[in-house]
């Protein structure tokens, strides 16, 4: 089983207007991205293949809308508390870069 490749805690996960949850988590794991809630139950699953994902053209610089199985998603990330801050607008360029480098890294063989 592989590592982890990216994972979140914290990041409120919506679709549009509405609030899914406010203290989810996003993993990308062996090939697919997870939406999870704050209890861990899933929301959305996709081959990261098939993920689309970047920033809104409006709004804070924190969220990256998602888009999973035809489903948009808008993930406002807080960044990582603890040993070092991290600001939101970065902890959101590191899941776009994750997901980049995670659907280059697919292997199908």
């Given at each position: 089983?592989?590592?982890?490749?990216?994972?979140?805690?914290?990041?409120?996960?919506?679709?549009?207007?509405?609030?899914?949850?406010?203290?989810?988590?996003?993993?990308?794991?062996?090939?697919?991205?997870?939406?999870?809630?704050?209890?861990?139950?899933?929301?959305?699953?996709?081959?990261?293949?098939?993920?689309?994902?970047?920033?809104?053209?409006?709004?804070?610089?924190?969220?990256?809308?998602?888009?999973?199985?035809?489903?948009?998603?808008?993930?406002?990330?807080?960044?990582e508390r603890?040993?070092?801050?991290?600001?939101?607008?970065?902890?959101?360029?590191?899941?776009?870069e994750a997901?980049?480098?995670?659907?280059?890294?697919?292997d199908f063989?």
């Open positions: 089983m592989a590592e982890t490749e990216y994972t979140a805690h914290g990041v409120r996960i919506g679709r549009w207007l509405r609030s899914l949850t406010r203290a989810g988590q996003v993993h990308i794991k062996d090939g697919r991205l997870e939406l999870l809630t704050s209890y861990g139950t899933q929301i959305d699953s996709a081959p990261v293949e098939e993920v689309r994902a970047a920033r809104p053209w409006f709004g804070r610089g924190d969220r990256a809308v998602a888009s999973v199985n035809g489903r948009q998603y808008v993930l406002t990330l807080t960044g603890g040993r070092h801050e991290e600001s939101g607008e970065k902890a959101a360029g590191r899941f776009l997901v980049r480098t995670a659907r280059g890294r697919t063989g």
